[in-house]
């Protein structure tokens, strides 16, 4: 590879990695790849196409050189055996070079409206590799067009190969960047319908941090405290609710059940928001994610346990 070409793909890759820490769109990213690629050779076109979801299809990412009548044709581009340099590359999962589109005849049959296209356009050579994840599965092509029909040197392969390993980069942090989103719009849902369910049943329920700080409690235990949201939440909930003595009596046997992440239950009294205490029965349970890891743990209080008040 040439010191120019090393040099310039280097750059390239800076650009595009410091997108990508940033947070940059997808788009954008890809689009910096392309302008920095164009802006070796004033007769080089490159783009790149992302497979639709159904992955039967390309559809045009980024290219700012692409001719938008070119664009809208191949908008989208069939994968198939024969279809042009990418819609092949795609398709076999290995790069594609057509030295000459006017000859090549992977641009012939459902393909030759590309060829014209092409030509018409002055582009007589087409390099393309697919985007590949590690899996295997098919994300996308990084495409190269010329304006001379001639065989592909080295420096031209290490160019494809470094901008595919680029938007390879960019296209799978962007997919794992909307699955975080997805999921974790699917978790705020789930715990909005949860929510919704505990806040109908008419026991006093919270639900404690490991820690023992409390994240929430339901709509029962706001109204028999009288406290907000707000001041049902954190570690002063406890000092707010509970009498004195019981939360100096029970603080350190409390703690060590904690910490041991066990169910147990005690017996304490809750002020209500009138003043008064009243005598609950208090559950403890763990709550623990799909690996075994405790998350939380819901204290229910059963308010006919006892009658009396103090």
């Known amino acids: 590879m040439s010191p120019r070409i090393r040099d310039s793909l280097a750059a390239i890759h800076q650009r595009t990695l410091e997108l990508i820490v940033r947070g940059a769109p997808l788009q954008d990213v890809l689009g910096a790849l392309c ?6 050779d004033p007769d080089l076109i490159s783009s790149v196409l992302l497979t639709d979801a159904g992955g039967q299809h390309l559809w045009p990412a980024a290219g700012r050189r692409v001719p938008e009548d ?4 191949i908008t989208p ?4 055996p024969t279809m042009a340099a990418c819609g092949t590359a795609a398709f076999r ?3 594609v070079i057509s030295s000459d589109i006017a000859a090549d005849p992977l641009w012939s049959g459902p393909a030759e409206k590309y060829r014209r296209m092409a030509l018409q356009h002055g582009l007589h050579t087409a390099w393309s590799v697919p985007i590949v994840s590690e899996n295997g599965t098919l994300l996308g092509t990084f495409g190269l067009h010329h304006t001379k029909a001639h065989p ?3 420096d031209e392969l290490a160019l494809l190969e470094q901008a595919e390993h680029i938007a390879l980069i960019a296209i799978e942090r962007d ?3 909307t699955a975080l989103t997805e999921a974790l719009a699917e978790v705020r849902k789930s715990e909005a319908e949860l929510r919704t369910i505990v806040d109908m049943i008419p026991q006093l329920i919270a639900v404690l941090a490991p820690d023992g700080q409390a994240l929430y409690v339901n709509q029962s235990t706001l109204e028999y405290t009288g406290l907000s949201a707000d001041q049902a939440r954190g570690f002063e909930f406890r ?3 509970f009498h004195p003595e019981d939360v100096e009596r029970l603080g350190a046997e409390r703690g060590h059940a904690l910490e041991r992440g066990e169910p147990f239950e005690n017996e304490q009294r809750a002020k209500r928001q009138d003043g008064v205490y009243r005598w609950f029965l208090i559950r403890y349970r763990p709550l623990r994610d799909e690996h075994g890891t405790r998350r939380a743990l819901v204290r229910d209080c059963d308010r006919h346990r006892r009658s009396q008040t103090v």
């Open 93 to 95: 999962k290995e790069p």
């Open 70 to 73: 070119y664009k809208e044709l």
């Open 35 to 40: 302008d920095g690629i164009d802006a070796l």
């Open 77 to 80: 581009l069939p994968i198939g």
């Open 239 to 241: 000092q707010r609710v």
């Open 152 to 154: 592909v040197a080295g």
């Open 175 to 177: 997919r794992a960047q």
